[in-house]
């Protein structure tokens, strides 16, 4: 690979995790409120849903740690405006 395509291929790369993570970020939202509603629905006395709602928010912070890790060579803020616009409909 040449030296003049490997930046944009790291750009892309860390848009790609950084869009994985928010996919999760939603994902989690939206099950841990089901859950949370079919908890109160069926037995409130019992709070089941804070089980996965503990473990998987694990999973999410992992999963924050290493998507917002910048990397010397990368810093976040160094991914080009036209990157992000020109990658959207991906």
């Known amino acids: ?8 291929t790291e750009e892309l790369k860390k848009i790609h995790k950084i869009k994985l ?5 939603t994902i989690f939202l939206i099950v841990n ?3 949370f509603i ?6 409130p ?5 804070w089980w996965p ?3 998987w928010t694990k999973g999410i912070v992992l ?9 010397p060579g990368m810093p976040a803020e160094d991914i080009s ?3 992000l616009q020109n990658n959207s409909n991906k």
Not at 21 to 25: E, K, Q, V
């Open 1 to 8: 690979m040449n030296r003049l395509t490997y930046p944009y």
């Open 21 to 25: 993570f928010y996919t999760h970020a």
């Open 33 to 35: 409120t089901l859950l």
């Open 38 to 43: 079919l908890n109160m629905a069926t037995n």
């Open 45 to 49: 006395a019992y709070l089941w849903f």
């Open 53 to 55: 709602l503990f473990f």
């Open 63 to 71: 999963h924050a740690l290493s998507t917002f890790d910048t990397s």
């Open 81 to 83: 405006p036209s990157l």
